[in-house]
């Protein structure tokens, strides 16, 4: 990992912590990000990632997890850019879901050629009983710091070296104290800001 940015990213995160928002210049560290998740992400680091599920004949790639659904906007990008390298997609989300946000979440998984695999309880039990090596984790779940941090804690064991962790709501000091303090697992780190009005701050980092 380049040492500046690391030092700047930690900047970055203490910021956050401190005053709930992300600093809006920060251009090294935004010219060094990736582009958004799906578009650049899934595809540019796939092949190298899943070497070793390739070098132990493995018929199945390693998947992609997101921690949180909401809406399902991410849900259905992630499937819609897993499916041009043919890899599962998974979603954790608790029981606070409506059935008609379910429902929604599934048509807009359908609309893209995807297939529906979610998974509806507790992160936490949900990652006590999690066995499958993972590509991409990408936790947008609940913000508080306990829970953040065993959200990172029980998922992030099964990314595999090379793949990638994607953190989302920055401007949340829980979660920021969660990326600081998790900054050695990975060989590089980046943040960006979000395409949307709110800058709510993303963490992308390579897992080591």
């Known amino acids: 990992m380049e040492q500046n940015r690391k030092r700047e990213v930690e900047s970055i995160l203490r910021w956050a912590i401190k005053n709930g928002q992300i600093p809006g210049d920060v251009p090294s560290v935004n010219r060094a ?4 998740l799906c578009k650049i992400l899934l595809k540019s680091h796939y092949s190298t990632c899943c070497s070793e599920c390739i070098e132990q004949k493995s ?4 998947p992609v997890l997101e921690i949180g659904l909401r809406a399902g906007h991410n849900h259905q990008e992630l499937h819609r850019a897993a499916n041009q390298v043919a890899c599962e997609v998974y979603g954790v ?5 409506s059935k008609a946000d379910i429902k929604e979440i599934i048509r807009k998984v359908r ?7 979610i ?3 507790d992160s936490a039990l949900a990652g006590k009983l999690w066995e499958i090596p993972l590509f991409l984790l990408y936790i947008d779940g609940c913000h508080d710091y306990d829970v953040a941090k065993s959200d990172y804690q029980l998922f992030s064991k099964h990314v595999v070296s090379g793949g990638l962790i994607a953190i989302h709501d920055l401007i949340i000091p ?6 600081l303090e998790s900054l050695n697992d990975f060989s590089d780190v980046f943040i960006r800001q979000n ?7 993303m963490f992308y980092g390579i897992k080591r």
Do not use: K
């Not at 990000?33 to 958004?36: F, L, R, V």
């Not at 989300?93 to 879901?97: A, I």
């Not at 609309?111 to 695999?117: C, D, F, Q």
């Open 93 to 97: 989300d608790n029981l606070t879901m």
């Open 111 to 117: 609309e893209v050629g995807g297939r529906p695999r």
């Open 33 to 36: 990000a990736p582009d958004w």
């Open 195 to 201: 395409e949307c009005q709110e800058n709510r701050g």
């Open 59 to 62: 018929h199945r790639r390693c």
């Open 174 to 179: 829980g979660v920021s104290r969660v990326v």
């Open 119 to 121: 998974l509806l309880m």
